[in-house]
């Protein structure tokens, strides 16, 4: 007698004894149900996950733009903002630059509103069809996007630099935001500042061109007049946006900060805090510069 069959006498035994089998079976054993269907799911599901969830509607609320932001004052401004940068990045334009799809987002001194003009860029940038994002935290000293977004900080930008067996596929960040991937400061190094301005660092940004070549790259970059880091940054990127905070920053602040950043090929100034009475939003005038 084979197995299935001795099976099937021992259940008719079982049920002329008037035991219930089925309300004793496992749901996994059920009859026409195969067991364990649900450990074998395609691992695919769970790698195609974001791996950082952005609460959207906590950055909307704190002046944020989201991929659901209302606000068409200020979806029109960034609008204006990006599109000579993504001109530019996505070799539009008549003298492409090497590293062109490098921008770093700076300013003269700290507290004149460049990390959060980066990280509204970037979404902005992020809502275009054909535009892929990647938001470097490159002010590693300070960094302030972790709390912003409200990530728990990971590996980053700093332990690529510094361990050897972290390579940028680990260290990336996937979000729910379609298009846009982030790259924290990472772990603090007491020689951050030296390791910015390294060879190390200067190979990394020629890979992070080369080998996302279909993204535009934003880095949220150290005040240029408060370090050094930034002034060296700027001699590998393809365009700088200087932002420059209105009744604040002095004409001899801006005049030394456009001086440390001359090396650029392409550098954009953005006015910030404007009053409302003028502009009619928390940006004001956009200007180009070379």
């Known amino acids: 007698m084979s197995l299935i069959e001795?099976?099937?006498?021992?259940?008719?035994?079982?049920?002329?004894?008037?035991?219930?089998?089925?309300?004793r079976l496992e749901p996994t054993m059920a009859p026409g149900r195969p067991q364990a269907r649900e450990a074998r799911k395609p691992p695919a599901q769970a790698a195609s996950a974001p791996r950082c969830t952005l609460d959207l509607a906590r950055l909307q609320a704190a002046g944020f733009i989201s991929p659901a932001l209302q606000n068409p004052t200020l979806l029109h401004e960034f609008r204006v903002v990006k599109r000579p940068l993504v001109r530019h990045a996505l070799g539009r334009t008549a003298a492409p630059a090497p590293n062109r799809n490098l921008i770093m987002v700076t300013s003269a001194l700290p507290g004149e509103g460049k990390t959060f003009v980066a990280l509204n860029l970037a979404m902005s940038l992020a809502m275009?069809?054909?535009?892929?994002?990647?938001?470097?935290?490159?002010?590693?000293?300070?960094?302030?996007?972790?709390?912003?977004?409200?990530?728990?900080?990971?590996?980053?930008?700093?332990?690529?630099?510094?361990?050897?067996d972290t390579g940028m596929d680990q260290a990336l960040l996937r979000t729910n935001v379609e298009h846009l991937t982030l790259l924290l400061a990472g772990t603090p190094h007491r020689g951050a500042s030296e390791l910015l301005a390294s060879d190390a660092m200067t190979g990394?940004?020629?890979?992070?061109?080369?080998?996302?070549?279909?993204?535009?790259?934003?880095?949220?970059?150290?005040?240029?007049?408060?370090?050094?880091e930034s002034r060296?940054?700027?001699?590998?990127m393809g365009q700088v946006v200087v932002v420059v905070e209105a009744g604040r920053t002095t004409h001899a602040a801006l005049e030394s900060a456009l001086s440390a950043v001359e090396s650029c090929p392409v550098v954009h100034t953005l006015l910030n805090k404007t009053p409302e009475s003028r502009v009619g939003s928390y940006y004001g005038a956009y200007a180009y510069g070379a």
């Open 232 to 236: 060296v940054l700027a001699t590998h």
């Open 128 to 164: 275009e069809v054909d535009c892929r994002v990647l938001l470097v935290d490159a002010d590693v000293i300070s960094p302030s996007l972790p709390g912003i977004l409200g990530v728990e900080p990971t590996k980053g930008l700093m332990d690529v630099l510094t361990q050897p």
């Open 6 to 23: 001795e099976a099937a006498r021992r259940l008719r035994q079982l049920e002329q004894a008037g035991i219930d089998v089925a309300s």
């Open 204 to 228: 990394l940004l020629a890979e992070i061109s080369r080998r996302y070549s279909d993204r535009i790259v934003v880095f949220d970059s150290p005040p240029l007049l408060a370090t050094t």
